[in-house]
């Protein structure tokens, strides 16, 4: 007995925006996990927001409406009917049952749930509608009461709506009409008559009214004046047998569901046929079907499935009436729902033409009433005039060509909707009728009576057509288009799978084209065929059928799984034009150089589909074009999309090549999808001229010097004496890595001169002189008359070498290999790995020394994430694999910027101490040794991988016995697995099974494929069982189809000339005893491909059934509906024990056990898996006892002992063996839906043993385990035969270390180290050893055994020397941290202070091998913002430093800058001050005020500016008007003063010479001396003492 512990699943919603919505998250065995959203619809929603307390739910949220999750993904494909109380009741495929390569968390999913509580408990509430006035209207028409707690109440009107009444008339089979205030009398006594409920919200999709939100039952205060009445429609009740078409683009098609029993269920697709679908159709009301659909491609129902097995002859009116097993009687999952496409008439299909004529009402296809399609609707054409000439062309149009009869009077019934036309005349020769004349449409009636449906006119197409003929319907020109069929005397269209070239071939031929260059043509490129049939598919023809009917084809119409979307199409006619193979064009651009790319490929333009176009596919067309460079490219979703054929997809061009058609491309379409809206949009550079991809010094006698040559449009060309200036030929000499150009020499007599059939360089190179490479410089067309090879340019470089984007490998284990670091600028910065493959990795190898790259990867295989603040030059590099250097690639000028993830591009080199150099076609298992992808070593390009497109068991043979195994196991899709998509070439491979080595297979390196399609193989070192095997299919494993298996092919046996004598062998071949009681034939238990086996015929005594008489292996001439099967005798069962072995052992006597089963590897699961289980096991293989292994938790990349099954199916569980079976097939266990909460990492495993000890190890061995490097990994010690661990408490890194290398062969001592990566041992059973150092054995130094290890497994790596790096010095605002990591590195790390910054570095590691850091000292300094804001028109800025110490501009925290605006500029007066501050969020710098900057700067201020020139002219007026009056008046008064002052001198000289006249004359000497200073100038001298006093007195 197993009980369910409802309390271990609990639901959660997590990251949504409240309470009610979120992710959803379920709780198993421990551990919260997601679910993924595949068919999650409102139905699993309901079921959660009801076991969270919800009333119900809003809608499913997928997995664009909630964030992703983490860790676990519990469940996928949940399939709730809605009324379950718990998430875990649910159909589903078993917790953790989930494929997470298909659905990983971004397809986690959510629900958004009600607010409102729902009472628990209250799921089906039942209903009732009580009509006192009329009892015969109860339950159709009166007051709604529901029924709780045993007792009836009434629902309150408060917000009951439609929607609420439509739920309650469903629960009644009714459909809601009205609701109203109920007038119905209650019971005398109203107090037993309870509310039980208002505001009712449904959203009217519910089952029941209790599956409502609604606040609780009996929480209302309404009164029953508020009760509410409900109106149900009588005149629709659902009836038994009812029929609908669910989630179709339309009524006319969907999934099939049946009315019985009170609910709808599905039918499924179990032997469906045409006729099933054509019952369908008419019942519904439609004339017929025109196709039906497997695996529930309107997606998978809900509830019941009520009908399987079908078997209808077409003649029934209702479905009912045809046989199938009995209600609910069925073998099937809601994954096989079936669905139809129905056609009638009178039913627009979706995408039909908008002009179109139909016939409608007679009773072939050919005859009856003319309706034509105009203004969105059908109407008829009036009979007056209607002629043999109009119904010629109406029939034509129709594609039925013969005699055609007219008949009038609405011979076929008279229509409805309007009269479209009338009085049409057509001469016949028209190809529609609207091509005919008539008066105008609608009214314009020429006639009388043709106002009213008695004149309409009709026909009768007597059509020439045979059973069989074909058509090209919808094409460009003459000779393409859809293929249509004529059958029955209907036209029909033939389905694409498995159509191809040679079926096209007849169909031309059929047609009367010739069958050369005929193409078939995939995806209904030339339109959809909605309103047709089916007729065919599987069409297999040889190529010199007459016409296609005959061809081997199948029954007609039995097309299951063929939708129009797989219409087949046919381009016969190949284009006479003057058109070349593989010419370009751009079409529906903007401009010359852009629009969709399309190429004339096999006679006819065509597009080419985007998946797999890269840069270097863009770069050749554009150059084919004419153009220099590609600008972008992108897809054509959103663009008017052509129609046509698409004529190639998954280009792979190198770079180089001339034209896109000398790419590997590929151009079959049969198995690949593409759609117009992938179509190529192409953007090319405008300039017309070639870019310059390379450079290189040719015919010198020493290093850098020679004749100058560049790469362009894929060839070297030498250059014209007049095509470089100086600073090119400097730019020329960098990217050539020389330290500039020293000398520009002529070619002619120094050097070498080129051939003839050197071209020479078209365009002169202008550069400035600071360019990275001439790419990057200006070209332009010249002339190059006078140019001849003798006047080639020759350049002598300064050999100082400086290898532009210098490069180096950080973070590996060894000096050849890591994270891959080129050197810009003075600083170290990654690559991003978008386009890294291995050519770029052999350059990065080449340029460094190496002889090629071992593996091209991302630095997360070095454990190293680019840090959020580090520097990464490149977003991408693009190399041939052939350049020198990697600066000789093509890449954009370096920019600091930031990669996905945050991972950047690695390598890893071979050397002499590395992996051997691999040659062409070398192969190799990743992750291995035994299992993995299949990657392939393609000379210059480097690893690379199988295509599995068409991958074969011969081919994983051939791998298998190249990589030295004995046996191939299997192969599968690496998109199925957990392993990694490789990178690089793609190589595919056909091989015979034979071959030794995948070289002698047959190579096709130009097709098709990509990643996705890479595969995986496992092999075996010992012998399979190839014996060959059966099994049943479709029923179980008593009866079903007959299957073999047969060195890895599987396939069924076809019925011809089955019987019971070959059933008996079968059965008995099964391991029942008493053979069979019944041989089946056509296909009993399903359809089925690929048979094996043909005409076999048993005499019934043989033990297998390829001991029969047969017609070979994989012969046969069989249809898919002719598989044999068997019933086989159940009394007396003895089956065959199956195979088993053990894989992903160090040793061949243990590992994971795997059993065979069904044609199929498997593993086991490892609940209950004890040492009973383990002792059969091995004795089964060969041993005689075993030592159990459980993997637990520990799966390969967790660090566990043996590979869990990853891409393997999980067989069986729960193994209960006693001990003393021969084999595990005789002990019970449990398989197919019994197997739960098992996954890979609980896979089962086994160490077997022999009586005798052997089996195991030699007692003192030692070995490295875990690690893909020889001299690296956990070591083991074996002990009495079992390999034991040893625990690193007690490890002596100076005398135990050394005794270990020396044992396993190494000179170096060695450090102590360990990865993630490494699987672990299996038991940690050493405690210590004690070594002195020089001991030859560790088991010579004596040890400790433990039962018990606290710590982790010793983990060593043989080949380096211990070396400590100095200290870093002390920095200023900061700290350094050490430590070291989980391999024992030292390490240093660098914190600074707040607002400050790490100068590069802020951590480094040690290398222990040379002591030094692998970056240089570490050192802060402040945080700073970008240039400072501008001010258009302001003065010059002024900044504030508030520290000295850090040089002017850098602009580092609280630095502050003031601006202001110029005398002539707005605003005035106002000054603004930004500053630099710290945003602690993101640890940067930004200007605090910057915003508060005038946006425009400052404005020139016209009005002010014209102001003050006003002011101005004022104020010179006022002094023009005031200051010269007053000039004069001054004038005049100074020359008043002057005259008034020379009278009165006058005067007073005139009275001073009458007064001396009148005095005697006295001689002064000292006045003598004054006068004659005064007067004359005289100088005064001094004789003596008295005269200088005299002197200085005066």
């Known amino acids: ?244 078409l669910v989630d179709g683009t339309g009524s006319h098609e969907g999934r099939v569901e049946v009315f019985f029993g009170g609910e709808w269920g599905t039918v499924c697709d179990d032997f469906f046929t045409l006729q099933d679908a054509d019952v369908i159709c008419r019942s519904l009301g439609f004339d017929r079907s025109t196709a039906f659909y497997y695996n529930a491609y309107f997606g998978a129902g809900t509830g019941s499935i009520l009908m399987d097995n079908l078997d209808c002859q077409g003649h029934e009116e209702e479905l009912w009436q045809c046989f199938f097993l009995g209600w609910n009687n069925h073998n099937c999952f809601h994954g096989e729902d079936v669905g139809v496409s129905c056609y009638s008439p009178h039913v627009l299909p979706p995408n039909l033409a908008p002009l179109s004529v139909r016939l409608v009402g007679g009773l072939l296809p050919t005859e009856g009433r003319v309706e034509i399609f105009y203004d969105e609707t059908w109407g008829t054409i009036c009979d007056s005039g209607w002629s043999v000439q109009d119904a010629e062309v109406v029939c034509n149009e129709l594609g039925y060509p013969g005699v055609s009869t007219p008949t009038t009077g609405s011979n076929f019934g008279p229509g409805s909707g309007p009269v479209w036309l009338s009085d049409t005349v057509c001469s016949g020769d028209e190809e529609r009728l609207v091509d005919c004349h008539f008066p105008g449409w609608g009214s314009n009636f020429l006639s009388t009576g043709c106002d009213t449906h008695n004149r309409d006119a009709g026909v009768i197409c007597e059509t020439t057509l045979g059973e069989g003929a074909v058509r090209l319907v919808n094409g460009r020109v003459e000779g393409e288009g859809r293929v249509e069929i004529f059958h029955r005397m209907e036209w029909g269209s033939i389905c694409d799978i498995f159509f191809d070239d040679v079926d096209a071939q007849v169909i031309c031929r059929q047609l009367g084209y010739p069958v050369e260059g005929a193409r078939a043509v995939h995806n209904a490129i030339f339109g959809q065929a909605t309103d047709l049939r089916i007729w065919l598919r599987d069409i297999q023809c040889h190529g010199s059928e007459e016409q296609i009917t005959d061809c081997m084809i199948p029954p007609w119409g039995e097309v299951g799984g063929c939708v129009h979307a797989f219409d087949a199409s046919v381009i016969c006619k190949v284009d006479s034009t003057e058109y070349t193979n593989g010419d370009l064009r751009l079409v529906d651009g903007d401009s010359q150089a852009e629009g969709r790319l399309e190429i004339y490929y096999r006679g006819i333009w065509g597009t080419v589909c985007d998946d797999g176009f890269d840069r270097n596919d863009a770069l050749v067309a554009c150059r084919q074009l004419g153009f220099a460079d590609v600008v972008s490219w992108d897809d054509s979703f959103g663009q008017e999309l052509p129609a046509g054929p698409i004529n190639m997809h998954s280009l792979r061009c190198i770079g180089n090549e001339s034209y896109l058609i000398d790419c590997p491309f590929e151009d079959d379409f049969s198995l690949y999808f593409c759609h117009h809206a992938e179509d190529v949009q192409l953007h090319c550079a405008d300039v017309v001229a070639p870019r310059i991809a390379s450079v290189r010094l040719s015919a010198g006698y020493v290093s850098g010097e020679g004749r100058a040559e560049v790469l362009a449009m894929g060839q070297w060309h030498t250059l014209c004496n007049n095509t470089i200036n100086r600073a090119a030929a400097d730019v020329f000499c960098r990217q050539a890595g020389f330290n500039g150009v020293k000398d520009i020499i002529v070619i002619d007599p120094l050097f070498e001169v080129a051939a003839d059939t050197v071209p020479i360089f078209p365009d002169s190179i202008s550069c400035s002189g600071n360019e990275y490479s001439l790419a990057s410089c200006t070209l332009t ?63 990065v190898c080449r340029q460094l020394g190496y002889e090629a790259s071992y593996l091209s990867t991302t630095s997360e295989y070095f454990h190293y994430v680019s840090p959020s603040n580090g520097t990464v030059w490149l977003s991408s590099v693009s190399c041939t694999g052939l350049e020198e250097r990697l600066s000789d690639c093509m890449y954009d000028a370096p920019v600091n910027t930031t990669c996905t993830n945050n991972l950047v591009a690695g390598v890893v080199c071979l050397n002499a101490s590395g992996p051997s150099l691999p040659n062409e076609g070398d192969v190799r298992l990743v992750p291995g040794p035994e299992y993995g992808r299949v990657d392939v070593y393609v000379e210059t390009l480097g690893w690379g991988s199988a295509c599995g497109f068409f991958w074969t068991f011969e081919n994983t043979q051939v791998v298998c016995r190249h990589l030295g195994f004995a046996a191939a196991v299997e192969f599968g899709s690496v998109f199925f697995s957990l392993l990694d998509f490789g990178t690089g070439p793609l190589v595919d491979y056909e091989c015979e099974g034979t071959e030794s080595h995948l070289n002698e297979c047959t190579i096709y390196t130009g097709s098709f494929c990509s990643h996705f399609f890479d595969v995986w193989v496992r092999c075996s070192e010992t012998e399979l069982n190839t014996e060959f095997t059966i ?11 007959v299957y073999i298996n047969y060195e890895g092919a599987s396939g069924p046996v076809c019925d011809d000339f089955w019987d019971i004598a070959d059933a008996h062998v079968a059965c008995r071949q099964l391991g029942y005893q008493n053979g069979a009681l019944q041989a089946t034939s056509f296909s009993s238990f399903g359809t089925g491909t690929g048979f094996l086996l043909d005409d076999v015929e048993c005499q019934g005594g043989e033990e297998r059934l390829d001991l029969c008489y047969h017609g070979g292996i994989g012969n046969h001439n069989c249809f898919s509906f002719e598989v044999a099967g068997v019933i086989c005798d159940t009394s007396d069962y003895n089956p065959p024990p199956p195979p088993l072995r053990l894989v992903g052992g160090e040793t061949e006597n243990e590992g994971r056990i795997d059993i065979y089963i069904g044609n199929q590897w498997g593993t086991i699961c490892s609940a209950d898996w004890g040492l009973a289980d383990a002792e059969v096991a091995c004795k089964s293989l060969g041993y005689t006892s075993a030592q159990t292994y459980d993997l637990g938790h520990n799966a390969p990349f967790n660090g566990g002992r043996f590979p869990g099954g990853y891409g393997l199916p999980i067989l069986i569980t729960t193994v209960g063996c006693l001990g003393n079976e021969n084999n595990l097939h005789q002990c019970p266990y449990l398989t197919g839906e019994d197997i739960t909460n098992c996954d890979h990492n609980n896979d089962a495993g086994v160490i077997c043993r022999m009586d005798d000890g052997t089996g195991v190890c030699t007692h003192g061995d030692i070995r490295l385990t875990g690690s893909t490097i020889e001299r690296r990994g956990y070591i083991e010690v074996c002990i009495h035969g079992e390999w034991l661990g040893v625990c690193e408490d007690d490890w002596n890194l100076v005398t135990d270390n050394p005794v270990a290398c020396k044992q396993l062969g190494f000179d170096h001592e060695g450090i102590k180290t360990s990865s993630p990566s490494w699987k672990r041992p299996l038991t940690l059973g050493i405690g210590e050893f004690f070594c002195d150092g020089n001991e ?3 088991t010579s130094c004596g040890y400790s055994l433990l039962e018990s290890c606290s710590g982790d497994p010793v983990g060593l790596n043989c080949g380096t020397n211990l070396m400590p790096c100095p200290a870093n010095p002390e920095v200023r605002f900061g700290t350094i941290s050490t430590g070291t990591d989980e391999n024992h590195n030292q390490f240093e790390s660098l914190t600074c202070d707040v607002t400050y910054e790490p100068v590069g570095a802020s951590m480094r590691l040690c290398d222990h091998s040379n002591g030094e850091w692998t970056a240089e000292d570490m050192s802060c300094q402040p945080i700073s913002c970008v240039d400072a804001p501008t001010l258009e028109n302001s003065v010059e800025p002024t900044y504030e430093y508030p520290d000295d110490q850090w040089p002017a501009l850098s602009y580092y925290i609280n630095v502050s800058v003031s601006y202001s605006c110029l005398t002539d500029y707005a605003p005035k007066g106002i000054e603004w001050m930004v500053e630099c501050k710290l945003d602690p969020t993101t640890n940067t710098g930004y200007w605090f005020g910057a915003d508060n900057l005038p946006p425009d700067g400052c404005i020139y201020d016209e009005a002010g500016v014209a102001e003050r020139q006003r002011l101005e002219q004022q104020r010179v007026g006022v002094a023009v008007g005031v200051v010269i009056p007053l000039i004069i008046i001054i004038v005049v008064v100074v020359v008043i003063l002057i005259v008034v002052l020379f009278f009165v001198w006058k005067r007073r000289e005139r009275k001073k010479t009458e007064v001396e006249d009148s005095q005697p004359v006295v001689y002064d000497p000292d006045k003598d001396r004054v006068r004659d200073f005064l007067e004359f100038g005289n100088p005064l001298y001094s004789d003596s003492k008295e005269d200088d006093e005299f002197i200085s007195s005066i």
Not at 134 to 151: A, H, K, M, S, V
Not at 822 to 832: Q, R, S
């Open 1031 to 1041: 099994e049943l299919r479709g029923g179980n494993a008593s009866y079903g189809n």
């Open 781 to 843: 067309p010249m002339s190059l008359e006078g140019c001849q090879h003798t006047y080639d340019v020759a350049l002598r470089c300064n050999r100082d070498r400086v290898h532009p984007l210098s490069v180096s490998l950080q973070h590996g284990e060894f000096e050849s290999e890591g994270v891959v670091f080129v050197l810009n600028d003075g600083t170290w910065g990654g690559i991003c790995p978008g386009s890294w493959t291995g050519a770029e990795a052999n350059v």
């Open 1 to 244: 007995l197993v009980c369910n512990d409802a309390e271990n699943y609990h639901v959660r919603l997590v990251d949504g925006t409240s309470n009610t919505n979120g992710r959803v998250e379920v709780y198993f065995s421990g551990e919260w996990g997601t679910v993924c959203d595949w068919e999650w619809d409102r139905n699993d929603a309901e079921v959660v927001c009801r076991q969270l307390g919800f009333a119900r739910a809003i809608r499913p949220l997928h997995s664009s409406d909630v964030p992703n999750g983490v860790g676990r993904i519990w469940l996928e494909y949940v399939a709730c009917g809605g009324d379950e109380s718990n998430l875990h009741e649910c159909p589903s495929r078993g917790f953790g049952q989930v494929s997470t390569i298909l659905c990983d968390h971004s397809y986690d999913a959510g629900v958004e749930c009600s607010e409102s509580a729902v009472v628990p408990g209250v799921l089906n509430l039942q209903v009732r509608l009580v009509n006192t006035d009329d009892p015969t209207l109860n339950n159709i028409d009166g007051r709604l009461e529901i029924l709780y707690n045993e007792q009836w109440g009434t629902v309150s009107i408060v917000d009951f709506d439609l929607l609420d009444a439509e739920v309650v008339c469903r629960q009644l089979n009714l459909f809601a009409e009205n609701i109203y205030f109920s007038p119905f009398d209650l019971p005398a006594d109203v107090s037993f008559v309870p509310v039980w409920l208002d505001d009712i919200e449904c959203t009217g999709d519910e089952a029941n009214i209790g599956l409502c939100a609604h606040p609780g039952l009996g929480s209302t205060y309404a009164t029953h004046s508020l009760d509410v009445a409900v109106k149900c429609n009588s005149t629709n009740v659902l009836q038994d047998f009812d029929i609908r």
């Open 1336 to 1338: 030859d054995h560790l």
